[in-house]
Nanobody, 124 residues
Framework: QVQLVESGGGLVQAGGSLRLSCAAS????????MGWFRQAPGKEREFVAT????????EYAASVKGRFTISRDNAKNTLYLQMNSLKPEDTAVYYC?????????????????WGQGTQVTVSP
């Protein structure tokens, strides 16, 4: 069983930056594709970014491409999301998730385990 714990959320002004981390326990992290999703109040959870098990390939939602960067350190069992040029519409709870499929995916149902989420609030 893999457990995920997100950290790094907080309150930031528009234009600012945050780096989210997701610490994983368990041996399957390095074999799992990982993703970041977010959920704003009253909205469905949506895809943000994904990375393959090796880190060789990434994919981003159009709304964050060019501003966010997903990365991973398999030696540290940690996933990251560097968020730059933040906008008020980026305000949401951000979740990391893992997929035993190994390849990156934008589809929620292809993820097997989830963290509890970390709040990101961007003020105008």
């Amino acid at each position: 069983q893999v457990q995920l714990v997100e950290s790094g959320g907080g309150l930031v002004q528009a234009g600012g930056s945050l780096r989210l981390s997701c610490a994983a326990s368990g041996r399957t992290f390095s074999n799992s594709a990982m993703g970041w999703f977010r959920q704003a109040p009253g909205k469905e959870r949506e895809f943000v970014a994904t990375i393959t098990w090796s880190g060789s390939s990434t994919e981003y939602a159009a709304s964050v491409k060019g501003r966010f960067t997903i990365s991973r350190d398999n030696a540290k069992n940690t996933l990251y999301l560097q968020m730059n040029s933040l906008k008020p519409e980026d305000t949401a709870v951000y979740y990391c998730a893992g997929s035993i499929l190994g390849y990156g995916s934008s589809r929620l149902y292809e993820y097997d385990y989830w963290g509890q989420g970390t709040q990101v609030t961007v003020s105008p």
